[in-house]
């Protein structure tokens, strides 16, 4: 052997030896000065029956260990308090732990410790380094019973028969202020009676808690209020919810805590119990970022029932049987951002006699969601006051959706299909209210809806004491997007293609009660049958109720249809309709003239179509076999005047709002009818509603007229009949806002008038010889029109009261030859003479009664002959005018 190598082995030799030797004087050392020294050199003191320690690998082995802390009441340190039948360290860096004060080890195993360990006083993170962390890569504790408490002496955690193994563990102060106070890898653990308590708050209990083949298992879980509600609310006004869980049974596996991110997998909770209570308060957006994130692989909950309590202590919201299956479900930064605050892969949920209790009270049969689909099951609303909106229930409601996700942090919705199946009931609008912006920034729009169906549903919507029903509704609306309103102030909607369908169709306003039996109405068609609007109101209470001028109308038609195109739902609303066809209608209009005038300016029809606010136009319209009655009621009138208008026939084309480009705005009306049930009536009425001077012109024709005809209408107010025949009337008039003119013709035969008393009983026999002087009783074959011009327009009253006008002017001007105000002084004169023929006679005394009789005979013919002659002399041939 060659000598280096031999000295090389004497010195490994002696090296050996001299470490034996350190060792073993190493032990014989701590086991006499160890404690001496932990004493005099630490916060702790420790006693113990057996240790070992090898300096080498820095293991070490101690039995029957009682550790205290020296001075229990200084809180920069932590604190310890109890025994150890047995600890053991591997790998403990003897060198830091003895000059460093830093105790840190690879593995420690803890055999059953019964340990009061208090935590040290956090640190001013500017103030420099943390005192005294533990570091423990790995930890084990068997059979332990173990109570931590905060510096304060407040008890933070405990836990009784704890067994666990844990990879990695970290827990100090600091990491329970700031974020998670248990960080680890892996771990084993089996306990009883654990208790946390993460703040002054809540307060967690776990009755029993085991691991077995990766999973754990946890019975009673219970998260706990500290405080009674009102004391929270007074203690932490700025927080707006108190939470109350329990748990009766939780199962789970692959639970990692690591830095801020806790995640497990198919965790399992049975029954349940969320309480919430809500205090009200409006809470600050934290400007602290979430300092956590949560990942849950599969979560499975069965049974369970929620809670939340509003601040008066009645229910907000509670459900029972509650199920849910998420799958990949995620809590973190990126998802806090969205609408909804989570990420999920799939999920599904269900839940049985849920009522939610706010400004509606609504109670749910039965709920069943996941993203592709949902359905909601017998449902109710009832009020809970007067400004409530609903009072219905529904049988069933479901839907189904193509694509549910965020894009760029925006919901991104397409909905495949909407069922409402069976809605009965009520929906009450509220009342007007200023709009506000709405705040859209977190969806995508547009957002679809394909398909939305009703059936089966009778429905009353009430708007301001005007409610509308739909009975029998069925109803299939396709292709809705939905877009935010130019103001902001809503979402606008466009409709592909929809029909509705309802019968008994009903809508009540002060005065009316309109019915359908059944209406019809798709994109491009609709049809209404048996329509009619009657009042509620007698025409005597009408005439109260109002305080100006206002017609009551009385109208049923038999049917309605319209062909072609509109839009009412979106930003862009118009009508084109190519035909309208109403068959069958029924009118009486009312009017009293007993109201005050309604001052307001009157607009012709030509500005009326001009102010509609959207592009309308229709083609055709076309009123067939109708009736229109018109009554008029004055105070001096005996009963109402009549006008009767039957086999009512009108076309109307290019009816139109002047805001259809590319559109004929020229309005042109024909009108057939049979005039007072007695003679033909037809009438031609033209007008441009783009004209801003409001032109119009109208003409027509009626053939013999029996003059009789017209008595209903003027009996009742000029207290006159007529008979004899209007053979022809023509007219053509032009005219605009400020009154109208034109021609009349009127070709009549043996026309005369009665004039009667206020009662309309008793013809002045005087007063109709009079007036008939007057009247052109025939006129002739072929008579020439006459022109009637400057017949001002009432601007208070309608177009048909300015046509009436001409029609009079021109009647006026055809019938009496001389001033009407004429025959009025001649009666008077007439009567006159009378009088003074009376007051002759009186004064005649004396003279024998068959000489008053040759006086009186002779001043009768004297005044007869002489008064006429002196009024009428010899009557000319009437001029024309």
């Known amino acids: ?99 460093n004060k830093t105790i840190s080890s690879k593995d420690l195993l803890l055999a059953n410790p019964n340990l009061n ?37 407040q008890k933070f955690l405990g836990v009784k028969q704890f067994n666990l193994f844990v990879e990695n563990l970290q827990m100090t102060e600091e990491s329970v202020e700031d974020k998670l106070p248990i960080v680890f890898d892996k771990y084993d653990i089996k306990g009883k009676d654990f208790f946390f308590r993460p703040d002054a708050v809540y307060a967690l209990t776990i009755r029993k808690i085991n691991t077995a083949n990766g ?59 969320l309480t919430v209570y809500t205090t009200g308060a409006v809470v600050k957006k934290a400007d602290k970022p979430m300092s956590f994130e949560l990942n849950l692989e599969d979560i499975k909950l069965s ?92 049988n069933h409601i479901a839907f189904n959706i193509n694509k549910w996700e965020f894009i760029d942090k925006k919901l991104n919705l397409d909905v495949k299909d909407v069922l409402v199946d069976g809605i009965h009931g ?73 029909q509705l369908t309802t019968r008994n169709f009903a809508y009540k306003t002060k005065f009316y009660n309109m019915t359908v039996g059944l209406l019809k109405v798709g994109k491009n068609t609709a049809q209404v049958n048996n329509f009619a609007m009657k009042p509620l109101v007698s025409r005597a209470q009408f005439i109260k109720m109002i305080p100006v001028e206002r017609d009551l109308y009385d109208l049923k038609a038999g049917q309605v249809t319209i062909n072609g195109s509109w839009d009412l739902f979106s930003n862009n609303k118009f009508i084109n309709a190519s035909d ?109 509603v783009a004209d801003q001077h409001d032109n119009f012109t109208i003409s027509g024709k009626a053939v013999n007229l029996p003059a009789q005809g017209i008595n209903p209408f003027i009996r009742p107010y000029l207290h006159i009949t007529a008979t004899g025949t209007i053979q022809e009337m023509l007219f053509n008039f032009k005219g605009n806002p400020k009154g109208l003119g034109g021609t009349f013709n009127l070709k009549h035969k043996d026309l005369k008038i009665a004039i009667l008393n206020k009662n309309n ?10 007036a008939n002087l007057f009247l052109k009783s025939d006129s002739g074959q072929f008579p020439d029109s006459v022109t009637v011009e400057n017949v001002e327009r009432d601007p208070t009253k309608s177009f048909f009261n300015l046509f009436w006008k001409g029609i009079q002017e021109g009647l006026k001007k055809t019938l009496i030859g001389v001033n009407t105000d004429k025959a009025k002084k001649a009666v008077k004169k007439t009567v006159s003479a009378v009088k003074d023929v009376k007051e002759s006679i009186k004064e005649i005394k004396g003279t024998t009664q068959e000489d008053k009789v040759s006086i009186q005979k002779v001043e009768e013919e004297k005044q007869k002959k002489g008064f006429l002659k002196g009024i009428f002399k010899k009557k000319e041939k009437p001029e024309k005018e």
């Open 761 to 770: 009983e008793e013809k002045k026999g005087l007063l109709t010889a009079v």
């Open 117 to 153: 360990i208090t935590l040290a006083k956090p640190i001013d993170k500017k103030a420099g380094k943390k005192v005294n962390p533990v570091l423990f890569e790995n930890i084990r504790i068997n059979s332990g019973n173990i109570n931590i408490f905060k510096y304060n002496k």
């Open 426 to 498: 009520k929906i009450k609008a509220r009342e007007a209210v200023q709009k506000k912006k709405s705040d859209f920034t977190g969806i995508q729009f547009p957002l679809v809806i394909r398909k939305v169906t009703v059936k089966n549903s009778n429905i009353i919507y009430d708007k301001g004491e005007q409610p509308l029903t739909l009975n029998d509704l069925n109803a299939t609306i396709n292709n809705i997007e939905l877009k935010p309103k130019a103001d902001q102030s809503g979402l606008g909607a466009i409709v592909k293609d929809y």
């Open 303 to 394: 049974n369970g029932t929620i809670q939340v309590i509003k601040p008066d202590g009645n229910n907000l919201l509670y459900g029972q049987s509650l199920n849910l299956n998420i799958n990949k479900f995620a809590f973190n930064k990126e998802s806090s951002e969205n609408i909804i605050p989570v990420n999920y892969k799939d999920f599904n949920f269900s839940g049985k006699n849920i009522h939610y209790t706010d400004k509606q009270n609504i109670t749910v049969g039965s709920l069943a969601l996941n993203p592709k689909s949902g359905e909601i099951r017998n449902i109710v609303a009832l009020p809970t006051g007067s400004n409530t909106s609903m009072d219905l229930k529904a």
């Open 215 to 273: 999973k754990m298992l946890i019975e009673d879980f219970k998260l706990i209020p500290l405080l009674s509600f009102d004391q929270f609310k007074k203690f932490y006004p700025g927080k707006n919810k108190l939470f109350k869980f329990d748990i009766q049974k939780m199962e789970f596996k692959d639970v990692v805590v690591k830095k801020n991110n806790i995640s497990l997998a198919n965790a399992n909770f049975q029954n349940p119990l």
């Open 1 to 99: 052997m060659k000598k280096w190598v031999k000295k090389s082995l004497i010195g490994l030799g002696v090296l050996a030896i001299i470490f034996l030797l350190a060792n073993f004087g190493l032990n014989i050392w701590l086991k006499t000065q160890l404690p001496k020294y932990i004493k005099n050199n630490t916060d702790y003191k420790v006693s113990y029956k057996v240790l070992d320690v090898d300096l080498g690998s820095g293991n070490i082995l101690a039995t029957g260990i009682t550790v205290n802390s020296k001075n229990p009441q200084n809180t920069n340190v932590i604190g310890l308090q109890g025994t150890i039948d047995t600890l053991k360290i591997s790998r403990l860096g003897i060198y830091d732990a003895v000059f």
């Open 580 to 688: 309208v066809v109403i068959q069958s209608a029924d009118a009486n209009i009312f009017r009293s003239k007993i109201p005050n005038d309604d001052p307001k300016e009157k607009p012709l029809y030509s500005r009326l179509l001009r102010s509609i606010k959207i592009p309308m136009y229709i083609n055709n319209l076309d009123l067939k076999n109708s009736i229109l009655v018109y009554e008029e009621d004055t105070p001096e009138s005996s009963g109402p005047g009549k006008l009767t208008f039957s086999n009512f026939n009108m076309n109307v084309k290019n009816l139109n709002s002047a805001k259809f480009k590319g559109k004929p705005t020229q309005v042109q009306i024909k009108i057939d009818c049979s005039f007072m049930n007695l003679a033909p009536l037809s009438v031609n009425w033209n007008f441009n």
